[in-house]
């Protein structure tokens, strides 16, 4: 991961209201994620369909499936507070209520006001409740993503997002990308001798191929993968394949992406209109149903959008109103 990627994946980044201003003006919009391998026949999808709403997250984590992303609760650009703090709580609140118990955050979205603002809002946090942070991304300005996986930087990032949520151990603590500057092994060593310590209860990683994921793996155990992926950008199609033969979480990132004008009739609006839902849902629900492993975290801002989130749970997509959307991979 080079500091070009890091600018490059947030200047990628679609708003919500960007998305509808698209699919007003040609039709529909389509999100943006990774692409790779397709799934073979039919039996295979069928056999993927999710029908299980939770995930055991580690061996001792159940998890609701849908999970809630905080980078947006933060300002302009993911950097400093937001214009309207009280409104950020009591979407961080209103989450909880509606049963999601996976909240996904970062040193670096804010920076630092993510964490300062789960913590407000939910601390002390109910049973059940797994707050997932990453470390190695550093903000040294606004739309600025910089990696620093040093080992020394990874222990001082810990201990800040421990004292912001006011935790004595993360449940699921995330390197947030791989330093090219830093053998992987390095930095999972540094986050192993913090796990060691009873910082740490699981470690994932985030923005890595396969051969980055083994090489991890010799070090320490690694529960989770936090890769970009949705509908139309599957690149991180293999490393999907992959946690599913492992058993281990994947978290597609930008899970509703950004926007390719379609015609009308494309198979994501076909399949909002029957079933009386946005393209927003329909795109979760095609995430849900495409794996067990899948554990998507939308994030937003706002209280409306966030309960048609997680509605999304609920939708059943036909087979062949999932395989039709499939198709629509880039």
């Known amino acids: 991961m080079t500091d070009e990627l890091a600018g490059r994946n947030q200047r990628r980044g679609v708003t919500r209201r960007r998305f509808v201003g698209i699919t007003l003006a040609s039709g529909a919009a389509l999100l943006a994620g990774k692409s790779g391998v397709i799934l ?3 039996t295979a999808i069928s056999s993927n369909m999710a029908t299980n ?4 997250l580690g061996g001792d984590f159940t998890i609701n499936r849908l999970g809630f992303g905080a980078m947006r609760v933060t ?5 400093g507070w937001p214009p309207d703090r009280q409104k ?3 979407v961080l609140r209103r989450a909880v209520e509606l049963g999601v118990n996976l909240i996904d955050t970062a040193d670096a979205y804010g920076p630092e ?3 300062l603002l789960i913590a407000e809002a939910l601390y002390p946090y109910p049973k059940g ?3 997932a942070t990453k470390g190695g991304l550093t903000r040294p300005g606004p739309g600025q993503w910089v990696p620093n996986c040093r080992p020394d930087h990874l222990k001082q990032a810990l201990n800040g997002s421990l004292k912001r949520l006011r935790l004595d151990r993360i449940d699921l603590y995330q390197l947030h990308t791989v330093d090219s500057k830093v053998p992987i092994e390095e930095s ?9 310590a009873g910082k740490i209860r699981h470690i ?11 090489r991890a793996r010799k070090i320490v155990p690694i529960v989770s993968v936090q890769n970009r992926y949705n509908i139309e950008d599957r690149e991180s199609e293999d490393v999907l394949v992959y946690c599913e033969k492992e058993k281990l979480g994947f978290l597609p990132w930008f899970p509703i992406g950004g926007g390719r004008g379609l015609k009308p009739e494309n198979p994501l609006n076909t399949a909002a209109k029957a079933h009386g839902v946005s393209v927003f849902q329909v795109a979760l629900a095609w995430l849900l149903e495409r794996s067990l492993v899948m554990l998507p975290i939308p994030g937003t801002s706002s209280l409306a959008h966030l309960e048609e989130n997680v509605a999304a749970a609920k939708l059943k997509l036909t087979l062949e109103e999932w395989k039709a959307i499939d198709a629509l991979r880039g």
Request: glycine letters at 12%.
């Open 53 to 56: 709403p939770t995930f055991n």
């Open 129 to 131: 409740l797994v707050i």
């Open 40 to 42: 073979g026949a039919n």
């Open 113 to 115: 006001t993510s964490e």
């Open 188 to 196: 999972v060593g540094a986050l192993k001798q913090m796990q060691d």
């Open 75 to 79: 300002g302009e650009g993911i950097w």
């Open 88 to 90: 950020a709580l009591k």
């Open 204 to 214: 994932g990683l985030s923005n890595v191929d396969r051969k980055e994921i083994d």
